[in-house]
């Protein structure tokens, strides 16, 4: 039997991706086993997460300065990659093949789940085409969603003059951008095509 801080702490981590209540479970033993060595550095670095790190205004990312790290690089190609998720855009990060700027959507457009284009903010994403970008890669998921998405920033972005382009080959059809290795995304990112 546990204890209501233990269970609560349990029922907390369940709820995370990709975690069950026996993951959360043997992580809480752990932490608890190990409060100096893994429970207190993981509270302050939440703490700190949580008290610094915010949405970027401009392209959606996370960071703890504003604008983040990468939207104030000033080496960074005149490339805007759309992706859902900043799972996605550190997907790409991590793939190292990627040098210019992202834009984070943070979802895709769904009737089913009311998500229209302002909930996604693609009026920040034209307001930023200020002639300085040559191109846009829509880099979202090959779901239904996903192409709905394209198919709507592809028409948006038409007097916009620049070049849309969508991820070519590599991405599995269903698939999530931020589950593809390194080697996908290089394919994929190398041979994408103009989009519409």
């Not at 190609?77 to 943070?106: K, M, N, S």
């Not at 769904?110 to 890669?137: M, Y």
């Amino acid at each position: 039997m546990m204890g209501p801080e233990i269970e609560r702490l349990v029922g907390l981590m369940a709820r995370l991706p990709g975690l069950g209540p026996r993951s959360a479970r043997r992580i809480v033993l752990r932490l608890m086993a190990e409060r100096e060595q893994r429970l207190l550095p993981l509270i302050a670095a939440l703490d700190a997460a949580c008290q610094r790190v915010a949405v970027c205004p401009v392209c959606g990312g996370l960071d703890s300065q504003q604008p983040c790290m990468i939207c104030a690089d000033a080496a960074r190609e005149p490339l805007i990659c759309v992706v859902e998720t900043v799972a996605d855009q550190w997907a790409l990060e991590r793939a190292a093949v990627y040098r210019g700027r992202y834009h984070v959507l943070g979802g895709l457009l769904s009737a089913i789940a009311g998500h229209g284009p302002e909930d996604l903010g693609i009026d920040r994403l034209v307001a930023r085409l200020d002639g300085s970008v040559r191109e846009v890669i829509l880099a979202l998921p090959a779901t239904v969603d996903g192409q709905a998405t394209a198919h709507y920033l592809t028409e948006r972005l038409a007097t916009c003059g620049v070049s849309v382009t969508r991820l070519a080959q590599g991405v599995p059809v269903g698939g999530s951008i931020e589950i593809l290795d390194e080697g996908t995304l290089a394919l994929a990112l190398s041979a994408r095509r103009a989009a519409g």
